[in-house]
């Protein structure tokens, strides 16, 4: 919930620049959301529950920026969601709070623009983008690039034989 929260503050400070937020999935704490977004009179968030796998492609598609994951939670801390691999497929720049989790995976600053885990920055970082898109497609670029490169499935298979044996040899 505190990942949610901190992007509907972001959403907050970004009223009336032009700048729409569409939170896809159902949450549990979704009466929770909807009550501060209507609390807050946050106006730029859209709530959009897919159907499927193929409706989700077409809404990250179609947007400028995708978001990962904020929070303090265990889990913020420790995960990486495995939307991040679509987005960056997508060729979409990906904002994300910055984490030694994320680092294990991307590199900041050239396929992912890692943040201070706070509304002010994800705002700040959006505002970026806006101002400056060909970075944006630059940092997506770069992302689909580095997925194909070293999460591709042969990737994933050869690294999992490479442990496997490392294994065998204790």
Known sequence: ??????????????????IRFDLTGVNS????????????????VNLINFEDEKELNLLINYSSVCLGIF????????????????????RKPIISKNSLAL????????DILAVENSAERIASMIRELKNDPEMGQMVG????????????????????LKAMKKLKLR
Not at 103 to 110: I, N, Q
């Open 103 to 110: 680092k294990e995976v991307f590199t900041p600053g050239r």
């Open 71 to 90: 929070g303090n939670s265990k889990k913020s801390n420790l995960g990486i969601p495995k939307d991040l691999f679509k987005y960056a497929a997508c």
């Open 29 to 44: 704490e979704q009466t929770k959301i909807i009550k501060y977004i209507t609390d807050n009179d946050i106006r730029n």
């Open 141 to 160: 670029h770069m992302a689909k690039k580095k997925i194909e490169r070293d999460h591709h499935f042969r990737h994933s298979a050869a690294m999992l």
């Open 1 to 18: 919930m505190d990942s949610i929260l901190l992007i509907l503050d972001a959403a907050a400070s970004l009223k009336g620049q032009n």
